[in-house]
């Protein structure tokens, strides 16, 4: 049998407060309304669900037994519906293992700050397959992308500590370290242009390569090495004056960090943390 939802709310808060004016307050109707609701349901179900005397209401047999599983079912639908609600606002994104462990993770809890009710699951993994209820915030290939996904241009630029960065030039071969990617589709970082704007070319340098930028970082801050890397990873490490660059003057890449489709992926939760990546990537 059907029946009109609205006279099943109407009933049910009346049945619960005590009261056709309470359960019209609760539910921002007239007091009418609601005896309208509940008179309509019971003809439709052809038997008294209350008990009508001068200034009250109490429930027949009848009504005992709908209030009982009207209640309960109301009950659960708002507790599902506070869940799912709560899901919204469990952010997960997936992202490479340098971004997340050099700057998302550790910028995190700037963003909690200011949204203490959403939480933000990070997982790592350069070729991961993305679901539809994950963030994808990837590294790429700018020519190829649309400029409303774009979240950052990639800047490259040479880093090492203030005490490696002042070695006399003599020192040599010198140790640098940079990233070959795994996947090889991607435009190799600009180490060729940075030399050449240095007069570095010809120099003999002893190039290293990891396939992640974080290896590379992590032997900088060793103190045994320079490391190309981008501007985006070493930003709170030359904010902490651990390391600084060798030359002012970074170079532009081909490479960006993106969000596919991201105004499909903004509702309203994804949309504060989106804005926030943003401008953590381009502080």
């Known amino acids: 049998m059907q029946v009109s939802l609205q006279a099943l709310k109407a009933f049910e808060a009346a049945a619960r407060l005590g009261s056709f004016k309470l359960a019209a307050l609760e539910l921002s ?76 993770i550790p910028a995190l809890q700037q963003f909690y700050a200011t949204h203490p009710q959403t939480q933000v699951e990070v997982a790592t ?52 370290y940079t990233t070959r990617w795994k996947n090889n589709n991607l435009p190799p970082p600009p180490l060729t242009d940075w030399l050449s704007q240095q007069g570095l070319q010809d120099s003999g340098l002893d190039i290293k390569y990891y396939d992640q930028e974080l290896f590379g970082i992590q032997q900088a801050l060793a103190g045994q090495a320079w490391v190309f890397s981008s501007t985006t990873l070493t930003q709170q490490y030359v904010q902490a004056g651990i390391l600084q660059a060798v030359n002012p003057n970074a170079v532009k890449s081909a490479l960006c960090y993106y969000i596919p489709n991201k105004a499909l992926l903004s509702n309203r939760h994804n949309a504060h943390f989106i804005d926030w990546l943003q401008a953590t990537l381009n502080t």
């Open 29 to 104: 109707l007239s007091p009418t309304a609601i005896s309208h609701h509940i008179s309509n349901l019971e003809q439709r179900l052809d038997v008294a669900l209350f008990q009508r005397q001068a200034r009250r209401i109490s429930l027949t047999p009848a009504g005992e037994r709908l209030s009982t599983v009207t209640t309960q079912g109301f009950q659960a639908i708002n507790q599902t519906l506070d869940d799912i609600a709560s899901t919204g606002r469990h952010i997960k994104v997936a992202t490479t293992s340098s971004l997340a462990a050099l700057v998302l």
């Open 125 to 176: 993994g350069e070729d991961m397959q993305h679901d539809a209820f994950t963030l994808p915030l990837r590294f790429g290939d700018l020519r190829h992308q649309h400029p409303d996904d774009v979240l950052k241009t990639e800047f490259f630029n040479m880093f090492a500590t203030p005490a490696a960065a002042s070695l006399p030039a003599g020192l040599k071969p010198l140790t640098i």
